[in-house]
């Protein structure tokens, strides 16, 4: 399998494990791509209900809510990313298809899991909205790098746009960890 694309599997692996990363681990594909900018904004879930704004016991409670959410499903994305790395890297076609359709399926799952998530800060809803474009962009580089024609700048764009997402957030939640722990 072509190296670029075998690292653009990764990325869009990542993209399945990047929110159970503690605070002081970055994604590891973050620093091999460049840094842009992401035009495409985040679409955090509208709700009912009003959404506090700077109260730190929300932000707490928000970020135990996904994080639990993360960690709960981090060994079955685990498994994918391993998964698709080892068909990518003997070249298995039929199971790196097979693996990128779980993929979609565990990140469709995943994501409708986050919109039943009850946040109660715009912080961390702004978060959950990252998170799954942060999923959905990794599901379409997956999809881009298995197919018949792959487009090399497709993937690039995409492989661009999702680690400087994965740095965002990263570097998100620190911030909104940091302002969590000030609460007892």
Known sequence: MNKPLLASLCVAALALTACDKKPNEAPASSASAPATTTSAPANPQTTTTALSSNNVQDIK???????????????EASDLQNKANQAAEKGDKATLTATVAEMKTYIGNFNRDLDNL????????????????????GIQLAEESIAEK??????????????????ELVTEMQALESKAKTVK
């Open 61 to 75: 409670n928000d970020l135990i809510e996904i994080q639990t959410l993360s960690k709960n499903r981090s060994q």
């Open 150 to 167: 792959a487009d090399m700048n497709k993937i690039n764009e995409l492989r661009t746009q999702a680690s400087q997402l994965q740095k």
């Open 118 to 137: 009850n946040l109660k800060s715009t912080e961390l809803n702004a978060v959950r909205g990252k998170i799954k474009e942060s999923n959905n962009l």
